[in-house]
């Protein structure tokens, strides 16, 4: 087993991707609301993302129970040698990530909310992952992931253009924060079984599918209705239509999971496949509407 490709896979290519998609979200914000976009801010902010991202991914394997693998099929020497070289690399992600918000306050661009989002970044890491808080043990990991990959992402790609924070970000982050919340649990739904019989903690196994199921469908609910209701609070419906044209992959979501709960065989890879393009459309249409307006 190559130890630089068992990392790339603790890494979570992709969480690293949805980090990366929401970041540029974050700058389509600014970018909407006047602010000239700064590319060096945009770059090192990206950098940054991904590198949080990815040691978030490292030290959750770090701390994982001895007895559970970290990729399939490994020997015990090779599970030492790869936790070791993930802790390792987990570190330097975090230490260069330490260097890069050092640049960007040379750069004159780390305001306070900048720094509260780093502030909160690593926090969330920490207490995902490392004992003796670990939430990744504790059946609530989907919620800060979520937070992680969406909330942070957003924040810090607008907050390094624009400076101080904006209710347009709230309205995104707390909408797409649901939405991949919900999406977080159908991707668990296949190994809810073998999660049971390794007695590991999730979202799953901790309120049980039935409970999940109404709690993936009142989420998908909450995040369309932040975005209906964004007009209320003065944006313009049109920004935000653009991301209704997923509601045919929230229902046809709700409808498969509907149908398995049923006791219909579950159809695991359109699940998995549906649940991935409702997020990941939803905020490339957003990005899409924000950038070229």
């Not at 087993?1 to 700058?27: D, E, F, K, N, Q």
């Not at 469908?217 to 209704?244: D, K, V």
């Not at 409702?278 to 490339?284: A, D, P, Q, S």
Request: glycine share 10%.
């Amino acid at each position: 087993m190559s130890v630089l490709r068992g990392l790339t896979g603790l890494a979570r290519p992709l969480h690293l991707g949805i980090a990366a998609a929401t970041y540029v979200l974050g700058v389509g914000l600014a970018r909407y609301l006047g602010n000239e976009t700064n590319v060096r801010m945009l770059g090192l902010g990206l950098l940054g993302a991904l590198l949080s991202q990815a040691s978030m991914g490292l030290l959750e394997c770090v701390f994982r129970r001895t007895g559970d693998p970290l990729v399939p099929g490994e020997t015990r020497e090779e599970r030492r040698v790869l936790r070791n070289a993930a802790l390792y690399a987990s570190l330097a992600a975090l230490a260069a990530v330490g260097f890069i918000t050092y640049v960007i306050f040379t750069a004159g661009g780390l305001t306070g909310p900048v720094f509260i989002n780093q502030l909160l970044a690593l926090i969330v890491i920490l207490i995902f992952a490392v004992p003796p808080l670990r939430i990744a043990d504790r059946g609530l990991s989907e919620l800060l992931l979520a937070v992680q990959m969406a909330h942070v992402p957003i924040s810090a790609g607008f907050l390094l253009q624009a400076g101080s924070p904006h209710p347009l970000v709230y309205v995104c982050t707390g909408s797409l924060t649901l939405l991949l919340v919900a999406t977080l649990v159908v991707l668990e739904f296949p190994r809810f079984g073998e999660d049971l019989s390794h007695s590991r903690a999730t979202l799953l196994t901790r309120v049980g599918w039935e409970n999940a199921l109404r709690i993936h469908h009142l989420l998908i609910a909450g995040a369309y209705l932040m975005l209906g209701a964004a007009p209320l609070s003065g944006f313009a419906l049109e920004r935000f239509l653009p991301a209704f044209l997923t509601i045919p992959f929230a229902v046809l979501q709700v409808y498969l999971l509907q149908q398995m709960a049923g006791g219909a065989r579950p159809m695991w890879t359109l699940m998995r496949a549906n649940a991935l393009a409702l997020f990941v459309l939803t905020v490339y249409l957003l990005a899409l509407s924000f950038w070229f307006h």
